[in-house]
């Protein structure tokens, strides 16, 4: 997605200025993993976890406790390992529970949605998730696009059953009000147009609170700090009336608009445009995900003040993003990026290549090093540093959008991801998987496969050379040296390498003996695991 003259307009910041609410922590250029450098966060381990599988497509999860409610388009779920069809497979229809801490089914969670679920979302108490979607019952009872689950119980709740008249994408919920977006613009029969409020008790209208989208979908809801707002993003380019481009504010209490100063989604230009896929809050930021339909136009993740809307970063690689999930100091995201130059990381190729995941610092930690996405606000804005995480998810074929993950969810301690991949790191896994930090995983992802060194007589010495490898979670690598067929190293050399950059290497034998030798090169990550290279040709010390 290249290629096209950009528009620098409005808001356009210098190199030099400052964004209201950007607090820059450096954390310099070292890279982020499993075993990271003092003082940057790490990362989950590219180990992918045993999980049951679907077979079609998860568009939304959120976890309570230990429990990961996952909706989207399926009809069966099965065991780790297995392939469809298996004796122990079971029907699940759209909606499904498993065990974040196992990947273990949770059988006792067993409902029907008639038509795909689009959303799930957990009460800030746990005690509920609300459904939301393109179905018109629930175990065969009427409960139109919008319903909730007692996570105690597992039972559907009865008692909540608002009658929406189209799809809804998005959910925000108190204990006592459901908030909900979508394409639908009437509910309980009253009109609405995109957004509506309901009581938790019995799914009735809650008339003061009537803002609208008023020429496009809404995509994603979240609370602001303490509930007073209620964060919308999307695909309109008015809220309530207001130009409010794919993301703005409203407060909770009655619906009318609230502040929002930054614009990170640039305004629709024709047939293009970006739009808000995902809002997360944590603490006093919301997190957002955005994808661009069109070339160069904005795809990649920002971060704001929840209350106001200031700008904190805003981060432009390319390639769009589905789902962004906040975790303390570290942000995971889904989406198939191919461009991550405002990172200064990972260029375009030709052919495009396709990376599904991905991990940042939540705070800003330099300047966008790429030029501005089409018809953006910011240019040289600040940016985080992207961080060394990159299991591989093949693309899927069940949308027919060839994507990977659409989802993430989870803790401190596992992230799990849901979508349409039939692969995790080049073995069967069908659209759900789980990672966990180093101290929960098998850390068994090591070095990926290096060709043979080449050696070279001069002077009396011999050097070795060699094009470093990488590795999904672990940035810094050490080779060690091993000279005709020998387990002892004779010498070291350690760098740090990504997928991206591969740097030469070499080290100068100069204690070989005289006559014949051959060389391995066997590299090892942080956590013991190790790659031994073919041989070199021999070389002659005279």
Request: hydrophobic letters at 35%.
């Amino acid at each position: 997605m290249s290629g096209r003259g950009v528009r620098r307009t409005g808001a356009a910041l210098a190199g030099g200025a400052a964004l209201l609410g950007a607090a820059f922590v450096p954390v310099g250029s070292a890279t982020a993993d499993t075993a990271p450098p003092a003082g940057t966060p790490a990362t989950m381990s590219a180990d992918a976890l045993p999980t049951w599988q679907v077979d079609g497509v998860v568009w939304s999860m959120a976890t309570v406790g230990d429990t990961v409610y996952a909706t989207g388009n399926f009809s069966k779920a099965r065991p780790p390992g297995t392939k469809p069809g298996n004796a122990k497979e079971v029907t699940r229809q759209n909606l499904l529970a498993f065990s974040l801490s196992t990947g273990n089914l949770v059988t006792s969670f067993n409902h029907r949605l008639n038509g795909q679920g689009l959303r799930v979302v957990a009460s800030p108490d746990g005690k509920r998730v609300y459904v939301g979607g393109e179905f018109t019952t629930v175990d065969g009872k009427p409960h139109s696009r919008l319903a909730a689950f007692d996570t105690k119980t597992g039972k559907l709740v009865d008692a909540f059953k608002p009658v929406v008249s189209n799809k809804v994408r998005a959910i925000a919920a108190t204990g006592s009000t459901v908030y909900f977006g979508g394409n639908f613009f009437h509910v309980n029969g009253k009109a609405r147009t995109r957004l509506a409020a309901v009581r938790a008790a019995d799914g009735a209208n809650i008339d003061s609170w009537r803002p609208t989208a008023d020429d496009d979908e809404v995509f994603a809801l979240a609370l602001g700090p303490g509930g007073k707002t209620v964060l919308v993003g999307g695909r309109f380019q008015t809220l309530d009336g207001q130009k409010r481009v794919g993301v703005g504010a409203v407060h909770a209490s009655n619906g009318a608009l609230a502040p929002w100063r930054s614009r990170p989604i640039p305004a629709r230009e024709g047939d293009e445009f970006s739009y808000v896929t995902d809002l997360q809050v944590q603490g006093d930021t919301v997190f957002g995900a955005a994808d661009g339909e069109g070339h160069h136009w904005f795809d990649g993740r920002f971060a704001a003040k929840a209350d106001g809307g200031d700008l904190v970063w805003l981060d432009n690689c390319y390639g769009a993003t589905y789902s962004i999930l906040p975790l303390g100091k570290t942000v995971y995201s889904v989406s198939h990026a191919h461009d991550c130059t405002s990172l200064g990381a990972f260029r375009e190729t030709t052919p495009p290549t396709w990376h599904r995941t991905l991990a940042e610092t939540a705070v800003p930690t330099g300047r966008d090093r790429g030029e501005p996405s089409e018809n953006s606000e910011y240019r040289k804005q600040p940016t985080p540093t992207l961080l060394h995480w990159f299991p591989t998810l093949a693309s899927g074929t069940f949308t027919k959008q060839y994507q990977g993950a659409w989802a993430i969810t989870g803790n401190a301690n596992i992230v799990a991801l849901g979508g349409e991949f039939p692969s995790v790191n080049g073995k069967a896994q069908q659209g759900l998987v789980r990672f966990a930090v180093r101290a929960k995983a098998p850390n068994k992802a090591g070095p990926r496969a290096m060709g043979a060194p080449r050696a070279s007589s001069s002077y009396g010495r011999i050097t070795v050379r060699w094009t470093a490898t990488w590795d999904m979670d672990n940035a810094a690598l050490t080779y060690e040296v091993l000279r005709d067929g020998a387990t002892k190293p004779i010498g070291k050399v350690t760098r740090t390498s990504t997928f991206w950059q591969t740097p030469s290497l070499s080290f100068t034998d100069t204690s070989a003996p005289k006559g014949s030798h051959t060389y391995k090169i066997r590299v090892r990550d942080a956590l013991g695991n190790t790659y031994t290279t073919a041989a070199s040709k021999a070389v002659k010390r005279r």
